[in-house]
Each structure stands twice: as C-alpha cells, then as structure tokens.
C-alpha cells in the first residue's frame, strides 16, 4: 500500500460516490437541471477522487470555458480557452480518457495550474454523438500519487453522465453558441433571430430617452415663460441624464459590433487601486452615493487598459443598481493572488440563478420574458463586459452572494 502525503485515498471512495450522485438524482427528479446539477456532479466527486480540485470545459466553435470549479481549481470559473490554445485542440483529439501533466504543456492555463501545484489531472471528454460538448477534468497536487486505473475509469463515467445530461436535460448548454442543440435533435435546424431581436431590443430602448427628450424640450419651448426657475432646471438637468442614458446606449450598440474595444492598444501594467478610485469617482452620481470601495493596503499592479476597465465597472455597478432595491449599497473590493489581481462588485438585490451564471453574458439576454418588462435594457452590459475583460486576458463570472444578492468578479494577469 502506498503512502499518500497529501490524504489522497488509495482508491476511488465509491460508497461517497454512490451516495452523492444518489443526491444528484433526487436533484433531477425534484426539478432541477444544468449547471446546478452540474456543480454538484463536481462536489460529489473531488473527494471521492481524491482530488484537490474538479473542473468543467464547454466547448463551442469559439472555444472552450470553464463553466463548473471546485476547490483548488475554484479560481478558474469563466476562464476561457481559444480555440486556438493548443491544450483545446489536444482535449478535442485523442483517447477519451487521458492523463494530463500541466508541467508539461504549453499553455498559459496549464502553466498557471502547474505554478500553483496542479501538476496533473485526469481528464475525459463529454461526448454526444461524436460532438464534443466539453471536458471534466479532475486536479492533483504535485505531491500526490499517479491516479490509479479505477480513478481513470470513474473520470471516464462522470464524464459520460454529464454528456446525458446535456442530451436529456434542460438548461444545458450554459453558453449560447454551444452545439449541443445541432448536435442532439435530428437534424434540427436553430433559427438564428439575433437580427430580429436586435431591431426590436434597440428601437425599443431607444425610444424611451428620445421621447423623454422631446418630451421636456417642447415643454420648455411652448411653456418657458409660465416655468418656474426650478422648473426649467428640473426639465434641464432630465433632458442631460436622458442625453447620457442615449449616448451610452449607442456606444454599447457601436461595441457590440465591432472587433475590438475601439481605443485600447496591447494590455500593459496599471495600477488597479487607482484605476479603481478613479473609475469610482466618475460613476454616475446616483450610482456613486451607493458605491462602497474596499481596498487592501497594498495591490500588486495588475496587466490591463486603464481607461476600458474603468466601463467594466460603470457596467457591473449599473447591472448591481439593476436588479437590487433603489439606495441599498454596492460593494467594490478588490485582492490578488500569485497569478491575478481581482476586484468584486457585489449587490444586495433579487439574485443571479445557478443556471443564468454563465447566459447572463449573452448578447440580447435576460433571465426570463419577464426580465425586460420589469427589468428594462439591452442585454448588451455584460456581454460587452466580458468581451473587454477577455480582450485583456482576462476573465469575468458571476455567483450568487451569500445572504442574497450577486457577485461580478473580474481576474486580470498579474504583473
């Protein structure tokens, strides 16, 4: 029997296995499905494993995503893979079930997994009718003993059992351009109406501002002489907030098209603690009374724009404000680790679903028909959002907040 300095068993816990995917099953059978399910999957199996952390890539034609991460691969959650990362080409080829030596690839991911002691992991491909829809992988430390054949087998089934969950289950994929959909339905075609939605999204919020607009400006031109001093500055002062709500509209409208964030050339080192206070300070003044900023007395410089981060925050604080109650407080912090430096915006307010963690990035997206009558916008903010934070080399991802609320971090490379 070998010895195992880091509690690693010398075989797979199935009594642990059984009785947690016994769970899992209650799970779909009371209702619940997708990435709920999914995250429990991983919990359930990393100590059953003997692992030190799980992971779960979807794959699309764009690349591959960690959607699902426990553990000591928890900080991984959002990280995208291009399809050009050559670890993506080598998960899509090959044995279905592998093990993987991160030392040894070549990959930023890989390199960042092996600097914080993940040297190894056993990973196996999900896998519907030849479609590749992701990967699980399941993470040792260096210290640990090679994963033993029932370890392989177990990653194998694990892996197996969320590829049926994509084919059976709804809420599965988390991405919009995943291809489970063309992959699973007979040949069923997805009718893409993104040029529909987008007409009918804009022109819709479009339309408000502009009607607010005109609105005060012809009541100042017939009525100027019966207002009151107050009156035509109250009328002024909605008219410029309108004016801004418009303009930013039409920059997320112009971003959303384009290739790159207009303006930014290659990331380059900043100090985020600054760019941080500065962005603060030029929130919008009903989004600066709520904003709390909590910063460490040191933060290492981060590698970044300067000027576009400080729009990731106008948008993260604006979605914050969004969907919590008028004054309650959002709260701006910020951390770093070995690899990355982070910031939160946190919130108080009604709650990011286990299962719209990874949609709400969508472009056109909101939780349900219901959202956009109570919730009203674009659907654009956090889909930009990302788009600029990955530009950078970055990433960004959502969770529930303990106690109610969500909370938006964005990871950047560490100088």
């Known amino acids: ?86 670890i993506t080409s080598c998960l899509l080829t090959g044995p279905r079930v592998r093990h993987v030596r991160t030392d040894r690839c070549t990959n930023q991911l890989a390199a960042e997994l092996a600097e914080r002691g993940l040297r190894r992991m056993v990973v196996s491909r999900a896998e519907i009718a030849g479609h590749t829809v992701g990967s699980l992988h399941a993470l040792y430390l260096a210290g640990d003993d090679e994963a033993s054949t029932d370890q392989h087998a177990v990653v194998g089934y694990l892996g197996s059992c969320i590829a049926h969950m994509y084919g059976y289950q709804s809420g599965l994929p988390v991405r919009g351009d995943g291809p489970v959909v063309a992959a699973l339905a007979d040949g069923l075609a997805v009718v893409d109406d993104e040029r529909d939605l987008f007409v009918a999204v804009t022109s819709h919020e479009l339309r408000t501002p502009v009607t607010v607009i005109k609105g005060y400006a012809d009541t100042l031109t017939d009525h100027w002489e019966s207002l009151s001093e107050t009156d035509r500055r109250q009328a002024a002062r909605v008219i410029g ?26 990331p380059a080192p900043l100090d985020l603690a600054e760019t941080l206070r500065l962005a603060v300070a030029d929130l919008p003044a009903d989004l600066r009374r709520r904003a709390t900023l909590q910063l460490p007395a040191e933060l290492p410089r981060a590698v970044g724009h300067r000027q576009s981060l400080g729009t990731v925050l106008t948008e993260l604080a604006t979605n914050a404000a969004k969907y919590s109650p008028p004054g309650s407080p959002i709260e701006i912090s910020a951390e770093a680790d070995d690899q990355t430096v982070c910031f939160r915006v946190s919130d108080r307010g009604i709650g990011v679903r286990p299962e719209h963690v990874e949609r709400a990035f969508d472009r056109f997206w909101q939780g349900d028909s219901g959202d956009r009558r109570r919730y009203p916008g674009t659907g654009l903010g956090l889909y930009l959002v990302r788009r600029i934070v990955e530009q950078q080399n970055g990433w960004v991802f959502l969770r529930p907040r303990t106690g109610g609320g969500t909370v938006a971090e964005v990871r950047l490379p560490r100088r």
């Open 241 to 266: 907030q309108r004016a801004n709500d418009l303009a930013r509209l039409l920059d997320r409208l112009l971003a959303s098209a384009a290739e790159a964030w207009p303006g930014d050339g290659p």
């Open 1 to 86: 029997m070998s010895v195992h300095t880091r509690g690693m068993p010398d075989r797979t816990d199935y009594a642990a296995l059984i009785a947690g995917h016994t769970v899992i099953i209650e799970m779909i059978n009371s209702g619940d499905a997708g990435l709920p399910v999914l995250n429990q999957l991983l919990q359930v199996a990393q100590p059953a494993l003997g692992a030190a952390g799980m992971a779960f890539v979807e794959f699309a034609p764009s690349g591959g995503r960690v959607i699902a991460a426990t553990g000591a691969a928890e900080w991984t959650l959002g990280r995208p893979l291009p399809a050009s990362d050559p």
